[in-house]
């Protein structure tokens, strides 16, 4: 079993910047990558980044070159570093514990941009 908990979420004016942190705990030694992914009101959940235990990242194009993901290992941690925010960047944002099974995921935290 692993526990992921999500923090950061919250109100922004567009062009600013938000750092979500997911916590791990449990059995975090059968994480193979960790990944965060958003749902806007109406929209599938999207993929936005992803980010292996060997420390490779991938970023959805919507994102690339204004979102950061990263980890510290030693706080079991995984990280969302998001800049130059836009108004479609709304949405809840939920991180991914992808394992040997089912994936496991946080409860989600919002993020909405707007003036």
């Known amino acids: 079993q692993v526990q992921l908990v999500e923090s950061g979420g919250g109100l922004v004016q567009p062009g600013g910047s938000l750092r979500l942190s997911c916590a791990a705990s449990?059995?975090?030694?059968?994480?193979?990558?960790m990944r965060w992914y958003r749902q806007a009101p109406g929209k599938q959940r999207e993929l936005v980044a992803s980010i292996s235990n060997s420390g490779t990242t991938n970023y959805a194009d919507a994102v690339k070159d204004r979102f950061t993901i990263s980890r510290d290992n030693a706080k079991n941690t995984v990280y969302l570093q998001m800049n130059s925010l836009k108004p479609e960047d709304t949405a809840v944002y939920y991180c991914?514990?992808?394992?040997?099974?089912?994936?496991?995921w946080g409860q989600g935290t919002q993020v909405t941009v707007s003036s």
């Open positions: 449990g059995s975090i030694f059968s994480i193979e990558t």
């Open positions: 991914n514990a992808a394992v040997p099974g089912p994936d496991y």
